[in-house]
């Protein structure tokens, strides 16, 4: 039972995360801070669903195969922004910056 309500907590956390870089992908002004903003939700938001997930399927195989997913995302993700933003850099994108 405290399980399910933990797994229930993780699940949710990770759903509410998700939308918020969805979010803030779209109400962000340019395309580093979108990235950034779909960086950061995206493997903190992996990483509770597949926690959540994780605890309802126990200690097992499911659990382990579960671990590589969240490792495998946990270094490809970051890994992903971080070539995009070099992309843009080096294809002359520039950043919008406030003006005063």
Same mark, same amino acid.
């Given at each position: 039972? /405290?399980? &399910?309500? %933990? #797994? *229930?907590?993780?699940? !949710?956390? $990770?759903?509410? +995360?998700?939308?918020?870089?969805? =979010?803030?992908?779209?109400?962000?002004?340019?395309?580093?801070?979108?990235?950034?903003?779909?960086? /950061?939700? &995206?493997? %903190? #938001? *992996?990483?509770?669903? !597949?926690? $959540?997930?994780? +605890?309802?399927?126990?200690?097992? =195989?499911?659990?382990?195969?579960?671990?590589?997913?969240?490792?495998?995302?946990?270094?490809?993700?970051?890994?992903?922004?971080?070539?995009?933003?070099?992309?843009?850099?080096?294809?002359? +994108?520039?950043?919008?910056?406030?003006?005063?």
């Amino acid at each position: 039972m /405290i399980i &399910d309500i %933990l #797994s *229930a907590i993780f699940l !949710l956390i $990770g759903v509410v +995360l998700g939308i918020v870089g969805a =979010i803030g992908i779209h109400r962000f002004p340019d395309f580093y801070t979108r990235l950034h903003a779909a960086g /950061i939700t &995206d493997t %903190l #938001s *992996a990483l509770m669903i !597949l926690f $959540g997930l994780a +605890l309802q399927a126990g200690w097992g =195989i499911a659990a382990f195969k579960l671990a590589l997913i969240f490792v495998f995302l946990f270094f490809t993700s970051p890994t992903a922004s971080h070539a995009l933003a070099n992309a843009a850099q080096h294809s002359g +994108l520039k950043p919008k910056l406030e003006q005063k």
